[in-house]
């Protein structure tokens, strides 16, 4: 079994709705320094061994995100 | 003329749209989202609600419905196609439109009356004439258009938006009038050849005499019209 971490955001210049209200509540909640922050997917796969990084590419593209609004970064998790 | 209406796992606005076609005195069946045969159909209408409980992104799963890879061939070959809300959505996933749709920018679902500008376009389900305003309710969660500058601009050039969120005197305010944020205050849009269209408001809500307003029947009196005239 092998297991991928997959990281879906917004692309540059999308708005995140979600992440601005997030902003705006932190920084009433007195957290001023916050300037920033974006809300995303995290997702994790299990697939089977020797699965190449390419496949998870493909399945990202296809239908984990949205190439059109989102960016999605993948990470092969280290069994420990 | 005949509209197939499909019906994917989560749907819930069928029934209307049904309905709007037999007041207007045409023909409506269902199509089940396995199906793959198209035949014996004029139009093809995706209607809105949650298909496959909106996972992932609105009408990401939906997509990939067996029904859908027929529906694409239907469009290509130039077969009319509507999508409404979870519709539009699903047009867009599908890459027969282009674009996104957003969550709406203040995080709330929003149902409620619109007033649309109808824009010059190539659509063939909107023969009103350009500036008509039309009364058409939203109800969605994920509204908010989006698309990359060049896209607008393309669309913009071949006439592929068709309707604008607007006041209810038809003038756009300064802060846009789109109610979910949508960027140009986008509600409506069509591909370049003008028979696939996608919009957020529901028009089949607006047909029945019965409801008040019939402002929704030129959608699917457009398309009628123009299929009784290419034959």
New interface residues.
Partial sequence: MARFQIFVTYKKG??D??GA?AERALVSLGYDEVSSVKIGKFIQLEVADGTSEERVVEMCGK??A?P??EDFRIEPVEEA | MRFGVVIFPGSNCEQDVIHAAHVLGHEADFVWHGDTDLSGFDAIVLPGGFSYGDY??CG??AR?SPVMAEVVRFAERGGPVIGICNGFQIL??AHLL???L??????KFICKQTTLKVEASACQWMDAAPGTLLRIPINHNEG?Y??DPETLARMEANGQIVLRYCEPDGSRAEGGSAPN?ALDDIAGICNERGNVFGLMPHPERVVDPAVGITDGAVVFTSIAKRLAEVG
């Fill in positions: 999308i708005f709705p979600p209200t239908l984990l949205n059109v609004i | 992932i992104r990401a799963v990939f867009t996933e282009p674009g996104a957003l969550r709406n920018r203040g995080l908010n989006i698309c944020g």
